[in-house]
């Protein structure tokens, strides 16, 4: 167990509808990461959040967003979805923003299941 | 930017017998760190070994060893005495060493499916 929480595990809806994903980091991580692993795009960055602030972000959607709350916790928006959004979405979190070398520790996932 | 390859998809190992998984890399940076983790069918992602590009020594944990190749870009894992727990998803990825936090980012390989007989 990696100390990093994902709700829901399973999450099935269909076209055009909106999701949120959540993650609890460790305690005391500051950092948040959005994963997506897709069979046709493999696993990739989506964006990374520092203390609240929105750090970096990789090649995500512009029908996906996210946050980080007050007490660290992470939400992962995705809207108008398409069945090619299908995918497993895992968060990490780390202890910093990644001026030194912090492990990125993950969570178990959400699995996003369009039909 | 940089980008992680996995050429193999697949490969197999006899239990007990010793197994090599490879990965290259492409990077204009010098100073950043490499990965491998498994994914086992759990679907966790679970850190196996990282190397500093800074040290020339190759890591090792347990029966997991690297070979790391700075100048080849090259990073391959060394799986010792494989068990059959051993079966999973292997990928590689790449993390930069730099100050900012778009540095911390990992980017990963395509993974390779490795499949253990017993």
């Known amino acids: 167990d990696s100390g990093v929480t994902q709700t829901p595990k399973h999450l099935i809806t269909a076209t055009g509808q909106r999701v949120t994903l959540r993650c609890s980091p460790r305690?005391?991580?500051?950092?948040v990461y959005w994963y997506q692993q897709s069979l046709d795009q493999g696993l990739q960055f989506l964006i990374q959040?520092?203390?609240?602030?929105?750090?970096a972000k990789g090649n995500i959607l512009e029908r996906f967003s996210a946050q980080q709350f007050p007490d660290l916790h992470s939400e992962l928006n995705l809207s108008s979805l398409e069945l090619g959004d299908s995918a497993l979405y895992f968060c990490?979190?780390?202890?910093?923003?990644?001026?030194?070398?912090?492990?990125?520790?993950f969570g178990p996932g959400t699995r996003l299941t369009v039909l | 930017a940089q980008t992680v390859t996995q050429s193999q998809p697949e490969m197999s190992v006899q239990e007990a017998e010793t197994v090599t998984l490879s990965c290259t890399y492409d990077t204009s940076e010098s100073d950043y760190y490499l990965f491998w983790y498994k994914q086992p069918p759990s679907r966790q992602m679970i850190l196996v070994i990282r190397q500093e590009a800074y040290k020339q020594q190759n890591a090792t944990e347990n029966r997991f060893s690297v070979n790391f190749q700075k100048a080849a870009k090259s990073f391959s894992l060394k799986i010792s005495d494989s068990q059959l727990g051993d079966a999973a998803m292997y990928f590689c990825a790449y993390r930069s060493a730099g100050y900012t936090g778009a540095n911390s980012k990992l980017t990963f390989g395509k993974g390779i499916t490795l499949s253990v007989r017993p």
């Open positions: 959040y520092y203390n609240g602030e929105e750090r």
């Open positions: 305690s005391g991580d500051l950092s």
């Open positions: 990490a979190s780390s202890v910093d923003g990644g001026s030194s070398y912090n492990e990125q520790f």
